[in-house]
């Protein structure tokens, strides 16, 4: 995967992120990653311990403003040692794939 340009720009705007979270593989498998980038559409994240990360998993990321995790369920597009690109799929349970993924940011305190 490369780089987008003004030729192939995003579909969604990411902004810069260092949140704990952690991919659940099919077996039920946990590993504990942390969060780079995140968009609308997906999300970069680098692997606390380097391993084969399967095509599909999905994601739990604590909701700061909540205190409750939200799983999101995604799709590998691309790995390079222990760094990690997937999208966002929807799941025919996975009912958070619509919520905006600013809930999942610290909101400020209020001024």
């Known amino acids: 995967m490369t780089e987008p340009d003004a030729q192939f720009p995003r579909k969604f705007q990411r902004q810069r992120a260092l949140k704990g979270a952690r991919i659940v593989c099919e077996n039920q498998v946990t590993y504990d990653v942390t969060i780079r ?9 680098k692997l606390n311990t380097p391993f084969v990360v399967p095509d599909r998993f999905d994601l739990l ?12 369920s995604c799709e590998k597009r691309w790995q390079r040692g222990d760094q990690l690109g997937a999208r966002f799929v929807a799941s025919s349970d996975d009912q958070a ?7 999942l940011l610290r909101k400020p305190p209020p001024a």
């Open 97 to 103: 794939a619509t919520a905006p993924l600013t809930s």
């Open 61 to 72: 990321i604590l909701n700061p403003n909540s205190g409750v995790p939200e799983r999101r």
């Open 37 to 45: 980038d995140l968009s609308g559409g997906g999300v970069k994240v």
